[in-house]
């Protein structure tokens, strides 16, 4: 599919498992990169980084379905945790980011400390769900499909 042999990739990496680590870094760096944009240019208001995270997530992974599949399904031993009502990962950044967000946007609307991990696990799931949807033509949308994520966000995110 790249167009080269099988063995140029060998003259690069060791083995497949340090090309796909390598694959691996590159699409999270990007997808983080994309994220980290959102919360530097909506530091101050909660709820409109909130928003505007979650439509970066969408646009992100429906402009880049390959990413998607990559990064998210395929099978893969969990790297987030439920550990004492709190979500924890030292695998995935991109997704510390969305949380920690997730938790200066709860806090802002005074959420109780222990529906911090279910909200912010309905927050993500609405998301990854909308993203994977709309790349995988799940539903069929006229219109600007980042309009519509917005609208579903707004109306979702008023607790």
Known sequence: MCNVSHAAPYKHFKNKEELIGAISEYVFN??????KEVTEKYKD???ERIIELGKQYVWFMVENPDYLKF??????ESGIII????LKSEEYIAFNLFKDCALDFLKSINVKKEDYAQ????MWSMVHG??????????????DYLQLVEKI?????SF
Do not use: H, V, W
């Not at 990064?71 to 893969?76: I, S």
């Open 30 to 35: 990007n997808f983080k990169s994309s994220l």
């Open 45 to 47: 208001d909660p709820y």
């Open 71 to 76: 990064a998210f399904l395929t099978k893969c």
């Open 83 to 86: 550990e004492e009502n709190e």
């Open 119 to 122: 909200d912010i696990i309905a």
């Open 130 to 143: 909308l993203a994977t949807m709309l790349s995988y033509k799940t539903f069929s949308y006229e219109g």
């Open 153 to 157: 966000l707004r109306k979702n995110l």
